[in-house]
């Protein structure tokens, strides 16, 4: 059954990140020299140092957050995961819980790339906000495991 799950949830997760293709557009030649176009988000610096930081750090504090429960359900037989959201998916395995961390995870990321590259300018000034704050959350329930299973 868990194989089956992992399976299911790695289909979703991929067909989450699919996206339409089509052959490209021949290079745009400007008096014989090839002309590179970038995309809206390169344009607008959204994908930068910070935003890729911002990234990382959510990444990795949701993976010690989602390893640390799985280490104290291993010495623990009483314990239980708390967060409503997330006890379906730890219920579930490792394997699903680690696929809809990610989800989430890219959600949130590509929201606050279209706050960092949004017209309105308080957008532009607080898109990372919610990832950081995530961060904390998750740094804060790593370290509540931590102490869980001490």
């Not at 910070?50 to 750090?57: D, E, G, P, S």
């Not at 009483?78 to 998916?89: D, I, L, Q, S, V």
């Not at 309105?120 to 990832?131: A, E, N």
């Amino acid at each position: 059954m868990r194989r089956f799950m992992a399976t299911i949830s790695f289909v979703i997760f991929a067909t989450m990140l699919a996206t339409p293709s089509w052959a490209q557009q021949p290079p745009a030649t400007q008096d014989g020299v090839t002309v590179e176009t970038r995309s809206n988000a390169e344009e607008k610096g959204v994908l930068d140092k910070k935003f890729w930081t911002v990234a990382i750090a959510l990444n990795v504090s949701m993976i010690m957050d989602t390893k640390s429960t799985f280490d104290v359900f291993a010495r623990c037989n009483k314990c239980y995961e708390a967060n409503p959201y997330a006890r379906p998916f730890v219920n579930r395995g490792p394997a699903v819980a680690f696929t809809a961390g990610e989800a989430f995870d890219i959600g949130l990321l590509y929201t606050a790339a279209k706050m960092k590259g949004s017209n309105h300018p308080v957008f532009r000034k607080i898109w990372w906000v919610i990832p950081l704050s995530m961060t904390a959350g998750h740094l804060a329930a790593y370290q509540h495991n931590i102490n869980v299973a001490r």
